[in-house]
Nanobody, 114 residues
Framework: QVQLVESGGGSVQAGGSLRLSCAASGFSFGSYYMRWYRQAPGKERELVAHTIYRGSTNYADSVKGRFTISRDNARTMVDLQMDALKPEDTAVYYC????????WGQGTQVTVSS
């Protein structure tokens, strides 16, 4: 049974930090690239950060320099460290895996107040 379980969301003031974690199971984690997406109310889901097996990363321009994605292939987990948070970062954040198939987590809410 495939599972992507996010944790670490919550409420924080602008300028604060949060760390999201995604625990993956049920598929060959090392063969998949992993992403974090987010969706704000009334907006389309957007890609936030991406990482492949060997650790290469990419980020949306809006989060570059503030967010860091990392993966632990041994523990089959992918994290998103979010620093210098802004109110516009408020959204539901989703973990995503893509390889032979694609999988989504259930999402975790992040709320940043000004």
């Amino acid at each position: 049974q495939v599972q992507l379980v996010e944790s670490g969301g919550g409420s924080v003031q602008a300028g604060g930090s949060l760390r999201l974690s995604c625990a993956a199971s049920g598929f060959s984690f090392g063969s998949y690239y992993m992403r974090w997406y987010r969706q704000a109310p009334g907006k389309e889901r957007e890609l936030v950060a991406h990482t492949i097996y060997r650790g290469s990363t990419n980020y949306a321009d809006s989060v570059k320099g503030r967010f860091t994605i990392s993966r632990d292939n041994a523990r089959t987990m992918v994290d998103l460290q979010m620093d210098a948070l802004k109110p516009e970062d408020t959204a539901v954040y989703y973990c995503y895996a893509r390889g032979y198939k694609e999988y989504w987590g259930q999402g975790t809410q992040v709320t940043v107040s000004s």
